[in-house]
């Protein structure tokens, strides 16, 4: 489930919160481009209409989008890092602060709400593009379905991470396979081709590979360090499945996640079972909403280190802790972010 999942099974939705400096987003469908010169291995220009299947929908845009509106903090930042914010007429949903570097520009886009706009808000925004990168948004029961959208002439985009290898039943996400970084390329590319400035969606991928090449360079240890990464919860803390954006930092630093078994992207497990899994280093969430037991920093530390079971694994007797955003732990643009932070605090563990 990704935070907008989390924030109902767990009361209340993610507020505002801390950010690193990045910039990143999550894609990847097998997606098909109308009009394109095949032929040319530099960026070019978007030949109008530009058709792309994305998530099983087929969707044509006949211009360039200039009234954008992204329902989701992860899409607002992938089209704030590729310069879109003068197209840009809302965003929505929000959970962390938005990336420093992305300040500036983000401060001229209205925000529509900090959690889920109603669909005649976004409608009065007049847009001509509705992303999100929500298993959620484009529901009856938070914005509007797609096919909603499309009967009122409005093209919509769905992160690719929603629907790749993954299926959705009520506010579950369970997945047949797991997430890559790939996926967040192609978004990445596939948002450069509608608003035609391929060369920037070049120039942000080709640095994001460059990050990632940098943070993922040392020699893997042997054996892997293994890895749990903890969102929230206290009686039964929500900790990550094998296949979502923790499944792919654990994968790209060359660790093992001790809950590799389960699908869903975060299954409640017992303390029992983490006890027994005790793992080399713990992954904590620091959760700006702090409306729910185990959702602050310090509310997560204190249960380990005090509790006479928790007290004795290895992570905690020894203080390997590494701390990630709830927007960290969702796919989208922080991933390189993430995958920087695991990487440094394995190797200070070696």
């Known amino acids: 489930m990704n935070s907008t999942a989390r924030s109902r099974r767990l009361p209340a939705a993610l507020a505002t919160a801390c950010c690193l400096v990045a910039a990143t987003a999550c894609g990847g469908t097998d997606s098909t481009a ?52 003068d197209r840009m007429v809302g965003t929505s949903t929000w959970f962390d602060p938005v ?20 669909l005649e808000t976004v409608l009065a925004t007049e847009p001509d593009l509705v992303t999100s990168a929500s298993a959620h948004t484009f529901t009856p029961a938070v914005v509007a379905e797609r096919s909603r959208f499309a009967q009122l002439g409005v ?15 009520g506010e579950t996400v369970t997945r047949t396979a797991p997430l890559t970084v790939d996926t967040l390329f192609q978004e990445i590319t596939e948002l450069a081709r ?22 993922t360079s ?26 979502s954006a923790p499944g792919l930092y654990a994968s790209e630093t060359g660790a093992r996640n001790v809950f590799a078994d389960q699908r869903e992207d975060w299954p409640e497990i017992n303390w029992e079972a983490v006890v027994a899994a005790d793992p080399d280093v713990l992954v904590l969430a620091e959760l700006s909403r702090q409306r729910v037991d185990g959702d602050a920093l310090a509310t997560k530390i204190a249960f ?3 509790n006479p079971a928790t007290s004795r ?24 972010d993430a995958i920087e932070k695991l990487a440094a605090g394995l190797a200070a563990t070696r």
């Not at 893997?220 to 094998?242: H, K, Q, R």
């Not at 694994?313 to 020894?318: E, H, S």
């Open 34 to 85: 109308s009009r394109t010169d095949p032929t040319t291995s530099l960026p070019g220009r978007t030949s109008y209409p530009f058709t792309l299947d994305n998530c099983g929908v087929r969707v044509t845009f006949d211009k360039a989008p200039t009234r954008a509106v992204s329902l989701y903090q992860a899409s607002t930042e992938i089209l704030l890092a590729l310069g879109l914010a």
């Open 99 to 118: 990336l420093p570097a992305l300040a500036a520009d983000n401060a001229k886009v209205p925000r529509l709400a900090d959690n889920d706009p109603s």
């Open 155 to 169: 093209p919509t985009y769905q992160s690719p991470s929603v629907c790749t290898g993954a299926t959705v039943e």
């Open 194 to 215: 509608i608003f035609d400035v391929q060369e920037r969606g070049a120039q942000l991928v080709d640095q994001l590979k460059g990050r990632l090449a940098a943070a």
């Open 218 to 243: 040392g020699a893997p240890a042997d054996p892997a360090p293994t890895v749990a990464f903890w969102f929230s919860g206290l009686e039964a803390p929500y900790m990550a499945g094998c296949c």
């Open 304 to 306: 380990l280190e005090s």
């Open 313 to 336: 694994m290895r992570a905690v007797r020894d203080k390997r802790y590494v701390v990630l955003t709830g927007s960290e732990l969702d796919p989208g643009i922080r991933e390189i």
